[in-house]
Structures are given as structure tokens and as C-alpha cells.
């Protein structure tokens, strides 16, 4: 399955009122565009950008870690992280199917001369330890240097536990590894598992945390880890062309979203729990939910159908033409919008 599959060409004749693409398509709300119209700023390359500087050390604190970094995107977030863990020649073990090795265009493997070895994930969303153990290569100069062990929570939703992330860290620093986690949606892992911010985030060195899904903003990523590692990062940024200036514009939309919209994710998930029990009941394909996401296989196979109904109906999904379909909650998807699916999907299927 694609989760960057697009559109039908056409929307329906309804301008759409319910965008379950992504939870990437939010758009900030009044209180974020006061607090970004109100911004202080200054040149961030030079490090005078006080909301930026301001938002980079309450997020390390606030997550345990020494310092931060504000970069662009989140594909810019764990390349930089990457980039500062390995050399080139050196290898990074992920999950086969996690965002680092899957969706983000081999950008280690292209830039940095870094080999990526992929690992089968676990029903859980994790890596199993063995595995760990066994794919680290001996001191041969005949192989890569196994370098760095990178992690995702949630992965397609499912938040990974404390338990098994631990474990997949522990295996790694047997090996002298170090562990880089890619939390594009940490917050969302957070509030699935019911533990405390540090509880997860001191368990991998570096973080990579996405402020524009679940948290609302329009752009920005934030990496945290030790201040050796995050210097070494920040030169990358430069080098990759992520350096930006008055980039408290940024920084200013997420410090808003860390005050109001990080306690507000288990309303998404609430949500999602209960589209996924809507199309459970329906009894016309496979449903499975984990966080604020939903998986929808038409038994059918209508995929394709199902989205030009949903779309005459204002209702916007991405699909392929088989396999499942991903519905995201988010914070622009209300309990009206929420409505607004579940009618259009009964009535497909009525």
C-alpha cells in the first residue's frame, strides 16, 4: 500500500468538507495565526531567531535530550539525523517498511554513501531483537560498518510499547549502535500508550518529532538528541539547503501547537476508534484501527467507487486501485465531519 496515494482527478461536484488523506493537510487555526502574526524574530542561520531558539530548548527539555534543531520537513529531520550518526560506508539497520527506508527517496543512501539494511517489522509495528542482533555485520572489510538502529513510533498508526522499544535499543547498543527514532508522530504514540513524554523519548538517542500532522502547524520538523550530535546536524541543514532565516514564523506555530493541540490527539483517536467500528459493522471488508488511523480493504475491491462516492459527498480519501485504504483523523476532521463519513460510507454500502 502507497500512503501518499492521491486523488481522483475530479472531487465530486461538492467542495470538499472532510479531508481523511492525512493528518498532513491541517491548517492552522485562528490562535496559531495570531501566535505567527506575533512572532519575534531574527536570522536563524546566524542564531538570532529567539522564537526559534525558544522552541528548540523547550522541546529538548521538555523530551530529556541536551539540544534541538528546527529543519523544514520531516524527510529533512531524519537525513540530517542520519547524516550525523554515519559516514559514508557505514549502515543504518530500519524497518523495511518504516518511512526512512520506504518514503523518503534513499536520501542517506544518495547524499550521505550510507548503506540502509532493511528489517521485516513486526504485527506490532516493531523490530524484533534477533533480528536486530543478527543483521549487525562482523568487523569485515568486506561489508558495510553497522552504525545506527532506526526505529518509528507509530508506525501506520500503531504506537510500538515502551517494552519493545527498549528491547530493539538494547539489542542495538549490544552491538555498539547507536538508536535514532523516527517520532513523526510521537505525540500520537504518547497519548496511544499512556506514558509520559520522557518515558519513550529517553530510550533512543535521537528524535526526530513532526509539528506539522497531528499537531497542526503548516511546515516544521524539530530533531532532539545530544549536542555533539545536533551541531554535527546542524551544519547538514546548511549544507542540504534547510538553513532558512526568519524562521520564527515556524517556530512560533509550534510552540502554539505544544501548548493546545498535543492533549487534543486522543479526540483524533476517539474518532478513529469509531469510524473503524462504523465500517466493522457494515461487514463489507477487512478494518483494522491503531492510533488516529483507520485501514478500510473493501471486500469488493471498490476502491476506486468508494472514492468518487465519498468525494461526491465532500469526503476526500486517498486509495490505489486495490488493497487498503488509509483514513487519518485529524484535528480539522470535527464530530460533524466525522458524521459526514460515516452517512456517506453507510449509504455506499446500504
Not at 524484533?128 to 561489508?143: E, L, T
Request: glycine share 10%; aromatic share 4%; charged share 20%.
Amino acid at each position: 500500500m502507497n500512503q501518499y496515494a492521491g486523488t481522483s482527478p475530479s472531487l465530486g461536484r461538492n467542495q470538499p468538507l472532510c479531508d481523511l488523506r492525512s493528518d498532513t493537510v491541517t491548517r492552522p487555526d485562528a490562535g496559531m495565526m495570531a501566535a505567527i502574526a506575533a512572532a519575534d524574530l531574527g536570522d536563524d542561520v546566524y542564531g538570532e531567531d529567539p522564537s526559534v531558539n525558544r522552541l528548540e530548548a523547550l522541546l529538548a527539555e521538555r523530551l530529556g535530550k541536551e539540544a534541538g534543531l528546527l529543519l523544514p520537513t520531516g524527510t529533512q529531520s531524519n537525513l540530517v539525523a542520519l547524516l550525523a550518526h554515519c559516514g559514508r560506508g557505514e549502515e543504518i539497520l530500519v524497518g523495511v517498511d518504516y518511512h526512512v527506508n520506504k518514503y523518503e527517496a534513499a536520501g542517506a543512501s544518495v547524499l550521505g554513501g550510507i548503506a540502509l539494511c532493511p528489517l521485516p517489522i513486526q504485527e506490532d509495528g516493531s523490530l524484533h531483537p534477533d533480528a536486530i542482533a543478527a543483521a549487525v555485520k562482523p568487523d569485515d572489510s568486506h561489508m558495510a560498518i553497522s552504525r545506527l538502529l532506526s526505529l518509528e513510533n507509530t508506525h501506520n498508526g500503531q504506537a510500538v510499547s515502551l517494552a519493545q522499544t527498549q528491547a530493539a535499543a538494547d539489542a542495538a547498543r549490544r552491538a555498539g549502535l547507536a538508536v535514532h527514532l523516527d517520532g513523526a508522530r510521537f505525540f500520537n504514540a504518547i497519548a496511544a500508550l499512556g506514558c509520559a513524554e520522557q518515558d519513550l523519548a529517553q530510550i533512543p538517542d535521537t528524535i526526530s518529532i513532526c509539528l506539522s500532522k497531528g499537531l497542526g502547524t503548516p511546515a516544521g520538523s524539530v530533531l532532539v538528541g545530544p549536542r555533539d550530535l545536533i551541531s554535527k546536524a546542524r551544519r547538514w541543514r546548511k549544507m542540504l539547503g534547510g538553513g532558512m532565516r526568519q524562521s520564527g514564523l515556524l517556530a512560533a506555530a509550534g510552540l502554539y501547537a505544544l501548548d493546545h493541540n498535543v492533549a487534543r490527539l486522543s479526540e483524533d483517536h476517539a474518532r478513529a476508534a469509531a469510524l473503524a467500528a462504523t465500517l466493522g459493522n457494515l461487514q463489507s471488508g477487512a478494518v483494522t484501527q491503531a492510533s488516529n488511523m483507520v485501514f478500510f480493504t473493501p471486500g469488493d475491491g471498490r476502491n476506486m467507487d468508494l472514492q468518487e462516492h465519498l468525494a461526491e459527498n465532500g469526503v476526500v480519501i486517498g486509495t490505489g486501485e486495490t488493497g487498503p485504504i488509509r483514513l487519518v483523523l485529524h484535528r480539522d476532521v470535527s464530530d460533524a465531519g466525522l458524521e459526514l463519513v460515516t452517512q456517506a460510507v453507510q449509504q455506499f454500502y446500504g
